[in-house]
């Protein structure tokens, strides 16, 4: 059974930083790319960032020079480090799996990101 479990969220002020972590099981976790996308109200699902088991990342525009990707893959968790938050970023972050080698997705329940003072 495939589960990705995010935690870290919560409410920051403006300009603050938040640190998302994402344990996945149930997969082999090297053969995946994982990531984060977020989804705000009214808004559709957008991509935040990837990474791929060697290392290579991929961010959305907005958050470049600001949020970082990582991944441990002895503890098979992912986590999005994010600086200088603003309220644009509030949202929900999804942890992303996908399998390389299958194509299949698996996503996270999410967690609640909010930036206001």
């Known amino acids: 059974q495939v589960q990705l479990v995010e935690s870290g969220g919560g409410l920051v002020q403006p300009g603050g930083s938040l640190t998302l972590s994402c344990a996945a099981s149930?997969?082999?976790?090297?053969?995946?790319?994982m990531g984060w996308y977020r989804q705000a109200p009214g808004k559709q699902r957008e991509l935040v960032a990837t990474?791929?088991?060697?290392?290579?990342?991929n961010y959305a525009d907005s958050v470049k020079g600001r949020f970082t990707i990582s991944r441990d893959n002895a503890k098979t968790t992912v986590y999005l480090q994010m600086n200088s938050l603003n309220p644009e970023d509030t949202a929900v972050y999804y942890c992303?799996?996908?399998?390389?080698?299958?194509?299949?997705?698996?996503w996270g329940q999410g967690t609640q990101v909010t930036v206001s003072s």
């Open positions: 992303y799996g996908r399998n390389i080698l299958s194509a299949n997705n698996h």
């Open positions: 990474i791929t088991n060697g290392g290579s990342t």
């Open positions: 149930g997969i082999i976790f090297s053969t995946y790319v």
